[in-house]
């Protein structure tokens, strides 16, 4: 089941929001690039180098995380990191495609260049990559997240100084903060640790995610392109104005001096010098603009000049400029606005206006022609400007106008210097160009600038913290969107968990079990079948955990395939499977068919690696009848019969009766009261002697376990003991026999020191693993010696292996203890194994001796059994010795013991 790892996930989530955001931002911003008509800096605050390298970059992290599996898409991310590396380089070397400067500075593109180089490279997955790989995979990714931090540092910058710091456009230099952000973030969340691939996210994130990054984006760009225009139309206001007041100041000017010219030529010849002499002072006093008034003749010969108080001559100046004298020269009839060059040489600009003034000549008649002279007023642009208050003070937006040929003069009439020329190059953002027609002039090329950035500054960061907080607010609502179906995932498996088997995917117990309690009461027709596989655990301990599950697979796919209608399948535990049916219980010969038919698919090959596995089942059936109370037990009677049907012999079927119910009561009960009775220490021990066969002298006694009941009854052993074997609780028991046995071999050596204690291991018993310790510790806490006991053990010994068995035997016999083999001819072992046991004696079961006077091969295997014994010096003792002509059978034949009803039942040790 996949559980919730909130690193992971939320990796995937930084991932998938960031490289969107970058994607979508890039390729919105590059198409505003190439759609806005204007083409200027202040619409396009980056570089297009920069923005191929956003969308680049983002699409190559989206394809290399969520089409990992698909090297063509690999392949694909690769090349668009290139493309996105071509980017940075082209940056660097100026941005050969724009026609503006962003002055994004060239060591920001090189800060990127790792981050693309990070998804330039393939690697193999983390468990086949080299360690040189895998180190710089996760450099990358703290690269990534120390230039996320330095961006988000750069960012919080921008609140505080108020000024760009990254590019020469506020909102340009945030949007590199931003996208140093969002670019580490996403590479950083690929790269990180470089160990595990980020899970892929639900289809509802993905399609949240790209749809909201698209709105935040178009919201940003609308904010950003109104505000832009806005600007724009108030440098076009600006520069509006700027024309309408110069056009105004303009034309009182030129109406101020044009009508002193026609004042002049009015004069009578006789006031002329006295009245112009009046005007020049009124004017140079109370024209504040005005420095200083020339009068020249028509052959360029200055017959006059007025200075204001204070003010330097320009005589010389005004002889000597080229502007002037070719105006005078040319002599126009119309007032000329002029600009000279010692008027580009101050700070302020000074221009000087000729205005034609008709005189006649000093000495003829009123009729005669006039001649052309030139008034030049020499005025101060800074003081004709500012006293028209055309402009605020306080405005952010500048504007300049083209007075001459690289002569440009701002809007308070000073010239442009070089030190303003480099900070409109650096730092002014022009927001509108154009010509304009002016009183002096047409065609005069006029340009705004956005001056001081302070409050552009100030609005910009406001509109990127209302991106950058709707893309967290998307990273929020997708974070909490993933959390939710991840758990909605994780609910449905875990459901699915909690009624499937994990290995098969078949309903588990607990599903089997409420199956069959929901239709217990409604049907009343359903049959159980409970199938066990024979010997399973063999296969798990031999060939491996893994090759017993895919057996166990391929079973489900069989019992799968043999499932009839109406009917559900589960496994129930280990090696066990239920099939509940309905409507079977009136078939009960179709159900035994599907039985027999289960088994011969069950016995069918299983082939496992190199490994060809055959197995048997085991089956009880049962059906629903009226006194079947809880569903529970419909369950356990098919598992009664399946466990019964294992105790005939295996690969068989068997059908609940009630029978099986009694008597696995009965073993229940008799398993809890064995329990009380050894834990209440209830148990006796009787002892039957033992002979020898020449002198029929008591030589051994037997010690054999009896359990009395309240009435004076006893509980047959053959009874318990087998019950005590199947439940393990034959290993206390058996603990119990030995430890009471010894204290008896105690008692009977001070009584009769010729007589031994035999005494009955179990072979489960003899087979732990601590079994010649326990004995050993036994003797010595009951103070019994090793030569005053005979241990008898059967063939079963032998299950766990020869070489086993023997090296117990001989550890027993070092301590002096005895060593008998019961029942022999009885088990499974061949009687090869009898030369190879360290024993003593070899005991001949009651039964053949019970054969020997009535069947001849009783007699025969009696009797070489004697004689292979004797020839490998074994003691025989033959049990079950029960007349006179049975002991006399096998004392004739060798036998060196006998023991049997014949010499005496069983008694406790007082009474022997």
């Not at 380089?89 to 981050?115: E, M």
């Not at 079963?796 to 550890?811: F, H, K, M, P, V």
Request: with cysteine.
């Amino acid at each position: 089941m996949k559980i919730i790892n909130t690193d992971i996930q939320a990796r995937a989530v930084l991932q998938l929001v960031t490289a969107t955001a970058l994607f979508i931002a890039g390729l919105f911003i590059f198409a505003y690039r190439l759609l806005e008509p204007t083409q200027q800096l202040l619409y396009h605050s980056i570089s297009s180098s920069f923005q191929v390298f956003m969308f680049m970059l983002g699409a190559s992290v989206l394809l290399r995380s969520y089409r990992r599996e698909q090297p063509v898409s690999q392949i694909l991310a690769s090349g668009l990191a290139g493309v996105a590396g071509v980017a940075l380089l082209d940056g660097i070397f100026g941005s050969y495609f724009d026609t503006f400067s962003a002055q994004i500075p060239a060591w920001i593109y090189l800060a990127f260049l790792p981050l693309v180089i990070s998804q330039i490279v393939i690697f193999a997955e983390a468990p086949k990559r080299k360690a040189w790989q895998q180190e710089f995979i996760r450099l990358c990714g703290s690269y990534a997240l120390g230039l996320s931090a330095l961006s988000l540092v750069m960012l919080l910058a921008h609140l505080f100084l108020k000024a760009p710091i990254l590019a020469k456009h506020p909102t340009g230099s945030l949007v590199v903060a931003v996208v140093g952000i969002l670019a580490g973030v996403a590479v950083y969340a690929a790269n990180y640790r470089g160990r595990r691939p980020l899970p892929k996210l639900s289809r509802t994130s993905t399609n949240f995610t790209t749809v909201a990054i698209f709105g935040v984006i178009i919201f940003g760009l609308g904010m950003f392109h109104t505000q832009m225009s806005d600007l724009k139309q108030e440098g076009q206001r600006s520069v509006e104005l700027l024309r309408e007041g110069r056009i105004a100041i303009g034309e009182a000017m030129v109406e101020t001096f044009t009508r002193l010219g026609q004042r002049w030529e009015a004069y009578p010849y006789e006031h002329h010098t006295e009245l112009m002499e009046v005007d020049v002072n009124a004017y140079l006093q109370q024209v504040d603009y005005l420095e200083a008034l020339l009068l020249v003749s028509p052959s360029r010969g200055v017959i006059f000049e007025r200075v204001k108080p204070s003010r330097p001559s320009y005589f010389t100046d005004i002889v000597a400029d080229p502007v002037v004298k070719e105006a005078l020269q040319s002599n126009r009839e119309n007032y000329e606005i002029l600009v000279p060059l010692f008027g580009l040489e101050s700070m302020s600009a000074k221009v000087v206006m000729r205005v034609p003034v008709n005189f006649q000549p000093g000495g003829q008649s009123p009729t005669a022609s006039k001649e052309r002279f030139s008034m030049l007023a020499v005025l101060d642009v800074r003081v004709l400007l500012g006293s028209a208050l055309l402009n605020r003070a306080d405005s952010d937006i500048e504007t300049f106008t083209e007075v001459k040929t690289d002569a440009w003069m701002d809007r308070s009439g000073f010239w442009l210097t070089e030190e303003t020329e480099n900070y409109i190059d650096d730092t002014a953002i022009l927001l509108f160009e154009s010509t304009m027609d002016m009183y002096y002039a047409d065609g005069v090329p006029t340009q705004a600038y956005l001056f001081r950035l302070e409050h552009l500054q100030e609005t910009s960061n406001l509109q990127m913290l209302i991106v950058v907080g709707g893309i967290g607010l998307v990273l929020l609502v997708v974070l909490a969107v993933e959390r939710n179906v991840s758990l909605e995932v994780q609910g449905k498996q875990l459901f699915y968990q909690a009624h499937h088997d994990a290995l098969t995917g078949l309903w588990n117990r607990t599903s089997i079990e409420n199956y069959i309690g929901r239709h217990f009461t409604e049907s009343r027709d359903i049959t159980v079948m409970f199938i066990d596989l024979d010997g399973f655990t063999m296969i798990n301990d031999s060939l491996g955990l893994h090759v017993g599950d895919e057996i166990l697979n391929q079973l489900a796919e069989r019992l799968q395939a043999k499932q009839p209608r109406r009917s559900e399948l589960a496994r129930f535990a280990s090696d066990e499977f239920i099939l509940v049916m309905h409507g079977a219980t009136i078939l009960p010969d179709r159900i035994l068919a599907l039985a027999s038919d289960i088994m011969s698919t069950v016995a069918q090959p299983y082939n496992v690696e190199s490994h060809k596995v055959y197995l048997t089942a085991s089956i009880g059936v049962a059906h629903q009848s009226r006194d079947v109370r809880t569903p529970l037990e419909l369950i356990q009677r098919a598992d009664m019969a399946m466990h019964l049907a294992k105790k005939q012999g295996y690969n068989h079927v068997l059908e609940y009766d009630d029978g099986m119910a009694l008597k696995t009561l009965a073993n229940t009960s008799m398993r809890s009261q064995l329990q009380e009775a050894i834990e209440q220490n209830q148990l006796q021990l009787y002892f039957q002697p033992i002979v020898r066969s020449n002198d029929q002298q008591a030589v051994q006694v037997e010690a054999l376990l009896r359990w009395p009941q309240a009435d004076g009854s006893f509980i047959p052993p053959d009874q318990f003991i087998p019950l005590a074997e199947s439940t393990g609780q034959i290993v206390p028991l058996s603990e119990w026999v030995l430890r009471k046995a010894c204290e008896a071999a105690v008692g009977l050596q001070r009584h009769n020191p010729a007589l031994r204690m035999s005494i009955n291991v179990s072979a489960l018993h003899f087979n732990r693993a601590n079994f010649v310790d326990f004995v050993i510790h036994t003797l010595a806490e009951t103070g019994c010696r090793g030569a005053w006991i005979e241990l008898e053990l059967t063939e079963s010994i032998l299950l766990e292996g020869t070489s086993y068995a023997i090296d117990r035997l001989q550890a027993l016999r070092k301590h002096g203890i005895s060593i008998a083999l019961d029942d022999f001819g009885t088990g499974f072992s061949s009687l090869s194994h009898l030369k190879r046991l360290p024993i003593d004696v070899v005991k001949i079961d009651r039964s053949f001796i019970a054969g020997i006077q009535q069947h001849r091969s009783d007699r025969v295997l009696v009797e070489s059994v004697i004689k292979i014994a004797q020839s490998l010096n074994f003691a025989v003792l033959a049990e079950g010795v029960e007349t006179t002509e049975q002991a006399q059978f096998v004392t004739d034949l060798g036998c060196n013991f006998m023991q049997g009803y014949y010499f005496g039942h069983p008694a406790p040790l007082e009474t022997l």
